[in-house]
């Protein structure tokens, strides 16, 4: 599925497989191979669907950089004999061990690493189950991207005892 809205001010909203991508300029396309092409602020961006993994960037011109905003979200259930509180306090320590600063545990989740500001958020569904998001906003869309997929992946591989 592929979702593109040109919005005020040059904002551009190009979607596809589940990756979000927000760029201020004049003009984003969608090619017939599925990409999204994103033209802003000097910076052309592409986005390429690429099966199990996920979309990748397939190719960045650059006479400027151009900030980016990733968010992945998922299903998850909170584990049985845990709570949400349990989660985030796990999700607070992981980010601390991959080097991130300024960690705050409240409603959501967040901290810095570098320029990437990175956030989780657990919006409730009903019972034990949640949407689950991190969010990364920073400089480099390669980069952001990376470090948003490496923390949900961690997330992930999250077992309670």
């Known amino acids: ?19 979000l991508l927000l760029a201020g300029g004049p003009s984003v396309q969608a090619s017939t191979n599925g990409s999204i092409i994103a033209h802003a602020a000097g910076r052309t961006v592409t986005l390429a669907e690429s099966g199990a993994s996920g979309p990748s960037i397939v190719s960045q ?3 400027r950089p151009m900030a980016a905003l990733w968010i992945i979200t ?13 989660v985030k306090s796990a999700i ?9 600063t300024d960690v705050i545990h409240q409603d959501e989740v967040a901290g810095n690493r570098g ?3 990175l956030s989780v958020t657990h919006l409730y569904i009903g019972g034990r189950s949640f949407y689950q998001q991190v969010i990364a906003s920073g400089d480099n869309a390669d980069v952001t991207r990376k470090v948003a997929q490496d923390i949900m992946r961690k997330i992930q591989a999250f077992r309670f005892l």
């Open 115 to 117: 320029d990437i500001r």
């Open 1 to 19: 599925m592929r979702y593109i809205q040109r919005g005020t001010r040059g904002l551009i909203t190009a979607a596809t497989a589940g990756l």
């Open 74 to 86: 998922r299903k998850m259930n909170v584990p049985e004999g845990g709570t949400i509180g349990d």
């Open 61 to 63: 011109q650059s006479s």
């Open 92 to 100: 607070a320590q992981e980010l601390k061990r991959n080097g991130f």
